[in-house]
Nanobody, 122 residues
Framework: QVQLVESGGGLVQAGGSLRLSCAAS????????MGWFRQAPGKEREFVAA??????YYPDSVKGRFTISRDNAKNTVYLQMNSLNSEDTAVYYC?????????????????WGQGTQVTVSS
């Protein structure tokens, strides 16, 4: 059974940083594309980062501030978030799917975690 468990969320001041982790079990993370998404209250889910093989992709809203990486030995993917602002407040989810271009665009993910709350205070 595949499980993705996010951690690392919390309350941070504007301008600060957080690193989210997503620990995977039931799948070999190195053979999957991994993505991070977020959903703020009253808003649709938003794609924020993906890694597939050695390629990464970020939408303009987070490019230059967020970095996705993974540690295959720990079967864990990370999202380093810098220069946070109030618009980054949301529940953040990690997801896994088959490697490919569509995953870099934020679509076609099969497995999802339960999410971790990130709150940025101004």
């Amino acid at each position: 059974q595949v499980q993705l468990v996010e951690s690392g969320g919390g309350l941070v001041q504007a301008g600060g940083s957080l690193r989210l982790s997503c620990a995977a079990s039931g799948l070999t993370l190195s053979t999957y594309a991994m993505g991070w998404f977020r959903q703020a209250p009253g808003k649709e889910r938003e794609f924020v980062a993906a890694i597939s093989w050695s390629s990464t992709y970020y939408p303009d809203s987070v490019k230059g501030r967020f970095t996705i990486s993974r540690d295959n030995a720990k079967n864990t993917v990370y999202l380093q978030m810098n220069s946070l602002n109030s618009e980054d407040t949301a529940v953040y989810y990690c997801a896994a799917g088959p490697p490919g271009y569509r995953r870099l665009l934020g679509t076609g993910y099969d497995y999802w975690g339960q999410g971790t709350q990130v709150t940025v205070s101004s």
